[in-house]
């Protein structure tokens, strides 16, 4: 829909395949995000009602679960929408060119595609502020799990360091999935390379990792596992 020139209406492609993919694609997505909201909602009541898990460390695994939350739910609905309708349309003006988004959500980089403008400026912003929000917490993270598997090594019993580098490795598998689609999606130029993978990478950000963090970081600890029982 234009008016005077402008684009006043988008519409999302999604995945752009026949109905029994979208709609196996669909009870997936819904699947995932109805178990990542139940997981991390008995993380977050188990932390408050629980006294054994009012400690600091159960205090960021509660914020990490509000995070999830609120990634999941403020991706997935809509996502879920346009994979279910066909060219899914949202309301929109400062555009005057083409109006179809090939992807899954109103992300940055399709929308900057779409633009009549020069969007370099743009594109600097958001590589420069991918520095302070992506690339130092990785390392942040990187460095302490460094030291980590370093004080893991000194550890007497081979059972102990299998057991420490077990829950190490789920970790650090999180973190690489999500930081590394981040940093592919928002830092690595896109020349080359498929809607199919962007939209991929962008589920495994968005979706994947809200959903496999309560069992990661909450579910598998012993404390909250003890808690669940006397619940």
């Known amino acids: 829909t234009t008016h005077k020139g402008n684009v006043t209406t988008f519409f999302f492609l999604g995945f752009n395949n026949n109905a029994v993919y979208n709609s196996l694609l669909f009870t997936l997505v819904l699947i995932i995000y109805i178990v990542t909201i139940c997981g991390n909602l008995l993380i977050i009541m188990l932390v408050y009602y629980s006294k054994t898990l009012h400690s600091p460390m159960y205090f960021f695994l509660s914020k990490l679960s509000i995070s999830d939350i609120m990634l999941i739910t403020d991706i997935a609905p809509n996502m879920l929408h346009i994979v279910l309708h066909e060219r899914t349309s949202i309301s929109f003006s400062e555009f005057c060119g083409p109006n179809v988004i090939d992807h899954l959500f109103c992300d940055v980089n399709p929308l900057l ?9 743009v594109q600097l912003e958001i590589t420069l502020m991918c520095v302070p929000v992506l690339l130092l917490p990785f390392l942040v993270i990187v460095v302490s799990y460094t030291y980590i598997v370093l004080t893991i090594l000194k550890i007497s019993s081979f059972s102990g360091r299998m057991k420490s580098f077990s829950t190490c490795s789920s970790h650090l598998t999180v973190v690489f999935i999500f930081y590394g689609t981040l940093i592919a999606a928002y830092l690595i130029p896109k020349k080359g390379q498929s809607q ?7 589920l495994l950000y968005t979706v994947f990792t809200p959903f496999v963090n309560p069992f990661i970081y909450s579910l598998r600890n012993k404390d909250i596992k003890d808690s669940l029982k006397i619940v």
């Not at 199919?196 to 962008?202: A, P």
Request: hydrophobic content about 25%; aromatic content about 0%.
């Open 196 to 202: 199919t993978i962007s939209k991929i990478m962008s």
């Open 113 to 121: 595609e779409l633009s009549c403008s020069d969007t370099s400026r």
